[in-house]
């Protein structure tokens, strides 16, 4: 089964370490990435840049709207991802708790939904 890792953390929060807390949480990010990287179950993932470099749309009676920032007002963004493919979501959750965001921000876990748009029960799994 695939999960989406999702790793969430508190930019200001991250800014406001000393340079050298900033290098030991570095570290341990390339730690846990050599670690699974290296494995069967990694299939994608990424950092992603600062929420200052974010584009938002949204379409409001038939017109786009483009706003810069993060999707939501919230106190943690959207700082990467990693798709893997285990064989359960205990395992999913073993490699999110051993992530360096799991200690001090947080890591999401979702199943990941395999759509197409010619699947006709989209209803049954989509709000």
């Not at 994608?44 to 920032?69: F, H, N, S, Y």
Request: charged share 30%.
């Amino acid at each position: 089964m695939q999960y989406l890792l999702l790793f969430n953390k508190d930019e200001a929060k991250f800014r406001a370490l000393s340079e050298e807390e900033r290098a030991r949480v570095r570290a341990r990010y390339t730690e846990y990435g050599r670690r699974i990287v290296g494995t069967e179950i990694y299939l994608a993932g990424a950092a992603l840049q600062p929420t200052e470099t974010a584009t938002t749309v949204r379409m409001r009676d038939g017109k786009r709207l483009i706003t810069d920032g993060p999707f939501a007002e919230t106190t943690e963004q959207i700082a990467g991802f990693a798709l893997i493919d285990v064989p359960d979501l205990d395992t999913a959750l073993e490699w999110a708790a051993t992530h360096p965001d799991a200690e001090w921000a947080s890591v999401e876990v979702r199943p990941v939904f395999h759509w197409a748009p010619s699947m006709s029960d989209v209803d049954d799994v989509m709000p």
